[in-house]
């Protein structure tokens, strides 16, 4: 039997254990002034404190991943790295059908909305080797992805960026006819409103009891890359809507859903659009669980 964390996350992911704050540092003397003794006097650095977890994430994927000067700027979507990775493990998982997952650059995969961190296709390359595109609408968000693949040249035959002009659209305008990839993922935008946003922030810190000053500094600026009109059901809706356009595509198309009772009328829409196999991958980090739903128009 596969050893499995304690915290739930997938057994091959790394970060099953404590992070080990000195060999961290070692990779990214930048985190060295915000790693402190935690009342148990163990070493520990401040959740709340959004440049400690950007300089933590950038340590991360130094230490573990060979990725150089990480940075995103302030009020850009921060990726916790155990998560993403856990992410592409399941991934991984089915892809390789029940066998070992499949790895180097003749894996080709999509991420739909990369961010400014694009963080799957990072770890997916230097975990799996895999090749990826990645979309991004947000036009300052792309350039400093783009940022930290000029920081990691080994990467740039690997991993390609491109700018999709129209919110409204997935594969069309990013996606050449023809073009075919194993895989798409996503992690989408959840909210409705920025409004919303705003108000999920507000209670996040009204239970960490923290200020004012502290909220401003880790939501300034942050909104359009976390809502879009209708949330993440609208969102997954128009992934499962285009994909049936051009249902051979991606062998497996997929994307996170963050509230379990989306899932039914998602499983609906996929019914609709005729897909031959539908799978709920089932994720567990500590407390949070969340979900991958894929779904492929071929038999297999
Ligand atoms: N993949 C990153 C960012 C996820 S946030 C992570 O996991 O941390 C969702 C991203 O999707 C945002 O960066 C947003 O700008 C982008 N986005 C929104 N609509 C999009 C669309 N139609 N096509 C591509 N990207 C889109």
């Known amino acids: 039997m596969k050893h499995q964390p304690a915290n739930g996350l997938h057994p091959r992911n790394l970060h099953g254990e404590r992070y080990d704050l000195t060999a961290l540092v070692g990779a990214c003397p930048a985190l060295g002034p915000f790693v402190h003794p935690s009342p148990r006097g163990e070493s520990t650095v401040d959740f709340t404190d959004p440049r400690a977890v950007r300089l933590l994430n950038a340590a991360l994927l130094a230490f573990h991943y060979r990725i150089q000067g990480w940075n995103i700027p302030e009020g850009f979507l921060c990726p916790p790295v155990p998560g993403r990775a856990d992410h592409l493990h399941h991934l991984a998982d089915l892809l390789g059908e029940g066998g070992q997952p499949p790895r180097g650059s003749g894996v080709r ?110 939501f300034g600026g942050i909104g359009a890359e976390l809502w879009c009109p209708g949330g993440e059901l609208a969102f997954v809706g128009r992934i499962i809507a285009e994909s049936a356009e051009q249902p051979h595509s991606c062998r497996w198309f997929s994307s996170l859903v963050s509230k379990s009772e989306h899932l039914p009328r998602l499983q609906a829409a996929l019914r609709e659009a005729k ?7 089932e994720m567990r980090q500590g407390q949070k669980r969340s979900r991958i739903l894929a779904w492929s128009y071929s038999k297999g």
């Open 275 to 281: 897909a031959e196999r539908v799978q709920v991958l």
């Open 109 to 218: 995969v999509l991420d739909i909305g990369t961010g400014a961190s694009a963080i799957y296709p990072l770890l997916g390359h230097r975990i799996y080797g895999w090749t990826f595109v990645g979309t991004e609408t947000n036009v300052a968000a792309l350039a400093c992805a783009k940022a930290i693949l000029a920081a990691n040249p080994d990467l740039k035959h690997a991993l390609a960026l491109r700018l999709q002009s129209d919110p409204t659209r997935i594969f069309q305008g990013v996606v050449d006819s023809g073009e075919r990839f194993d895989l798409c993922l996503c992690n989408p935008p959840f909210h409705s409103s920025a409004r919303a946003v705003r108000e999920t922030a507000q209670t996040k810190w009204r239970k960490l009891g923290r200020s004012e000053e502290h909220k401003r500094l880790n």
